[in-house]
């Protein structure tokens, strides 16, 4: 119950194109829903994150779309660029202090 | 800007030995958190602190041990090193609740 799942593992997508990511979880209890971008060496840095109270968030070229019925959400990263090549990792949170994330997307933007 | 620093980049130790992976943030955040990244298995968290002298188990706690004196540090002890710990560790801190949670750089830990 405490899983998310994520897919794809790995991801290649050619610069312009639109980048998607899914994960889904099982713990209703969740209600704080980040995606964090990791690039190598360096520690995952927050990107952007929803609530359950909309269905959609969008930050520049980065949106979720969030599907509480389904148990699902997922990044969508439109007009892609290389310098969006990174892992991706989804998270769920509640009031429980702790995120569960994700196994991770590994993109590559290909030029 | 919020730091969390981590205090090695990369780490070598034998089986065995003890090790301490040494976290400190900035930022008065109440949270701090140990987790170890393994491809493929995303963000595993081992232990997280609410409170000075306070922890509680993440999902994978065995063969670790952590300790909070100070608001602002949060080590990560393995009493005895074993092959199957070799692993990158990240620490993170938060304010509160489900907040943002930000990251140091990471200590790569490889245990022969």
């Known amino acids: 119950q405490q899983q998310v799942k994520q897919s794809p593992q790995s991801l290649i997508v050619q610069k312009g194109g639109i980048s998607i990511i899914n994960c889904a979880y099982e713990n209703t209890a969740f209600d704080y829903f980040p995606w964090y971008q990791q690039f190598p060496g360096k520690g995952p840095a927050l990107l952007i994150a929803?609530?359950?109270?909309?269905s959609e968030k969008k930050e520049g070229r980065f949106t979720i779309s969030f599907n509480k019925s389904a148990k699902q959400f997922s990044l969508h990263i439109m007009d892609s660029q290389p310098g969006d090549s990174a892992t991706y990792f989804c998270a769920a949170g509640g009031s429980f202090q702790k995120l569960v994330f994700g196994t991770g997307t590994r993109l590559l933007v290909s030029p | 800007d919020v730091k969390v620093t981590q205090s090695s980049r990369y780490l070598v130790k034998r089986t065995g030995e003890k090790v301490f992976l040494e976290c400190v943030q900035d930022?008065?955040?109440?949270?701090m958190f140990w987790y170890r990244q393994d491809p493929g298995l995303g963000l595993r968290l081992i232990y997280f602190s609410y409170d000075v002298k306070m922890k509680e188990k993440g999902d994978i706690p065995e063969g670790y041990s952590v300790s909070r004196e100070k608001k602002e540090r949060f080590s990560l002890i393995l009493e005895s090193a074993s092959t199957n710990q070799t692993s990158m560790y990240l620490c993170?801190?938060?304010?509160?609740?489900?907040?943002?949670?930000?990251f140091g750089p990471g200590t790569r830990l490889t245990v022969l």
């Open positions: 929803i609530r359950p109270d909309v």
């Open positions: 930022m008065d955040h109440e949270n």
């Open positions: 993170a801190s938060n304010k509160q609740g489900p907040d943002t949670q930000y």
